[in-house]
């Protein structure tokens, strides 16, 4: 079992910055995939970045990419996304979650955080 939890959500102004960051404890390991999405009230989750384990591999969705940066520290057990010139539509809950395998559809990850919330003003 993996417990994660989502910490630096916020209010931030269009154009602005914000970095997340998702704690793991319990049966953590290196080897799980990291992912984090995004879901916005009335609709599903959607893939924002993962990383592989050792960190080594990275990949976005399309609408950050070139924006937002995934990164994890193993001797922290932490990931942490890293956003820059945020948006309006880049307003949602963020979520962390765990996978086995390299996957960017949510029903493959095995764990998730609570979620965090992101608001871009205009």
């Known amino acids: 079992q993996v417990q994660l939890v989502e910490s630096g959500g916020g209010l931030v102004q269009a154009g602005g910055s914000l970095r997340l960051s998702c704690a793991a404890s319990?049966?953590?390991?290196?080897?799980?995939?990291m992912g984090w999405f995004r879901q916005v009230p009335g609709k599903g989750r959607e893939f924002v970045a993962q990383i592989t384990g050792n960190g080594e591999s990275t990949n976005y969705g399309g609408s950050v990419k070139g924006r937002f940066t995934i990164s994890r520290d193993n001797a922290r057990n932490t990931v942490y996304l890293q956003m820059a010139s945020l948006k309006p539509e880049d307003t949602a809950v963020y979520y962390c979650a765990a996978s086995s395998s390299w996957a960017i559809r949510p029903e493959r990850y095995e764990y998730w955080g609570q979620g965090t919330q992101v608001t871009v003003s205009s």
């Open positions: 319990g049966r953590t390991s290196n080897s799980y995939l």
